[in-house]
Every structure is written in C-alpha cells, then in structure tokens.
C-alpha cells in the first residue's frame, strides 16, 4: 500500500477526530479545562492535564500555520500548565516542521502510522475458547476498563504508547473513552474468563484501530490476534475501506499487526512547545 500526501491527510485528520471525541467526553462530563480548537486544516485537543489524547494533529496539509492562531493555542495550553505537543506527519509541507522549530519546539520522538486494505483481510477464527463481543452494557463496559487498565499498566514489551504512563493517567484515559462519540470497546474472553479489550473508532470509511490490552496472566493464548480480526470483520461489514494503527518504531507491535497484513505508511515526528511558561 502506498501513502501520499493525501491519504496522510485523512488519516489524521480522523485521529484529530478522536482526540476531538475524547476532549467532548471530558468536558461534557464538566471538565472545565477541556478544549478544541480548529488550526491550519487540523486541530488542537485538549482533555485534561497529563492525557496522550492531547495534541495538535493534522495540521501541514493546508499550507502554513497561523503564527496567531498558534501563539493562542500554546498560551491555553500554557495556562492549562502543559506544553503543547504536535504530531506532525513526514508527509506534511516541511515548512511547518521549520517555523514551529524556530518558536522553540524540540523534537521528542516518533511514531510510525501503519495501515491495509479492509476488503481483502484474511480473518482467521479465533483459538478454541477465545470469544470476542462488543461491550454493550454496563457490566461489559465496567469489565472492559478494568481489564484496558489493568493490561496497559503491565507493559509487555511490544511498545504500545501506553507504556510510557502512570497507571493512573491510563486509568483517566480509559474513563475518558467511555463517553466518546463513535468510540467502540471490545471484549474477549477465554473459556468464559475475561482476558482482553480494544477499541475502535470509525470515520467514514477509515477503522482506527486503538489500543488492545491483555491480561497478564493470559498473554500469549491468541487474543490480541483474536481482538484484531473481530474488529477488522466489524469494520468490513460497515463498509471501510481502510484500517490504521499506530505504533512505536521497531517495536513488537510494529511486527506484530505487519504479520497480519499491515504496511508501513508513514511516520509522525512528535514535537513540544518550549516551555509551559
């Protein structure tokens, strides 16, 4: 599959689409610091101080940032006592990566966007015992936090983003979802025991596959696989044609969703404001 800039620009503007979707959440649940705002064709989120759901995404596709409108966004931000943080695609105008370098943004790290065609993915069933189900209700829903939580604060080497936070900042992050619009969790089960959860979001015709977590003590019984093809088949059958996951570079992760049909589309230089003064 080959990315261009165009099909860059859809993608994040979809993930600048869940952030959106989280910031909503936060502040329809009285979140008074909670924002978003609109900035050079993508947008700036803001959920709550500490979340990875806060960002500026999608912005370098339709010509250069407004010095003015930036110097708002980074001066909410910095009320809110956080430095703004950018993902910039490698396929956006470069001259926006330049001008935030010259107001002091340093680079911090990357992110490599990975995606594959949904009509022709090969789903296999799961391993005997591993049911997957949409968590509907409220006893679903209860089970699928305690288990996101619980597995993304137990890394297990793959370098899944969560590993890099607090276990309570994952578990706001996972209360967050809850009230997303258009966000929908996944739970799956081993002989009737809960094991694993994801998420996904859908934007027209495009599935983001978000993070899948399992249980310790039940890694390696097949239900991150069992978790990616139930969601690919859910994201058949509403008619995408695309699905994406981020993940760390070189990670277990990356191999992991590359042996199940996944390409390498592009990458994501993750920026910061100077100073949160």
């Not at 990975?114 to 209860?142: N, S």
């Not at 993940?247 to 589309?265: C, D, I």
């Not at 993750?270 to 003064?277: C, E, I, M």
Request: charged share 20%; hydrophobic share 50%.
């Amino acid at each position: 599959m080959f990315a261009d800039a165009a099909l860059a620009a859809r993608i994040d503007r979809a993930e600048a689409g869940f952030s959106a979707a989280v910031a909503g959440a936060v502040r329809d649940r009285g979140g008074a610091d909670a924002l978003v705002r609109e900035i050079g064709g993508g947008l700036a989120a803001f959920a709550r101080p500490g979340s990875p759901m806060n960002k500026l995404i999608g912005v370098g596709f339709a010509g250069a940032l407004d010095d003015g409108e930036l110097a708002a966004i980074e001066d909410a931000w910095r009320r809110r006592g956080e430095p703004v943080r950018v993902e910039l695609s490698t396929l956006a105008d470069p001259d926006v990566a330049t001008a935030l370098c010259a107001r002091g943004y340093r680079l911090i790290g990357f992110e490599n966007v990975l995606g594959r065609a949904v009509a022709d993915a090969a789903l296999a069933p799961p391993p005997p015992g591993v049911v997957v189900a949409a968590a509907e209700d409220a006893a679903a829903e209860r089970r699928w936090g305690e288990i996101a939580v619980d597995g993304f604060a137990h890394p297990d080497g793959t370098g899944a983003g969560a590993e890099a936070f607090a276990r309570d900042v994952i578990a706001e992050v996972i209360a967050d979802l809850h009230g997303a619009r258009g966000v929908h969790r996944y739970l799956a089960s081993i002989d009737g025991v809960a094991a694993g959860a994801a998420t996904m979001r859908l934007d027209g015709g495009l599935a983001q596959l978000a993070g899948a977590a399992t249980r310790p003590a039940l890694r390696g019984r097949g239900v991150q696989a069992a978790l990616l093809h139930h969601r690919l088949g859910v994201a058949r059958r509403a008619g995408c044609d695309l699905a994406v996951v981020t993940t760390a570079p070189g990670s277990r992760s990356q191999r992991n969703v590359q042996r199940s049909g996944f390409a390498l589309l592009y990458a994501r230089a993750v920026l910061v404001s100077s100073s949160t003064r």
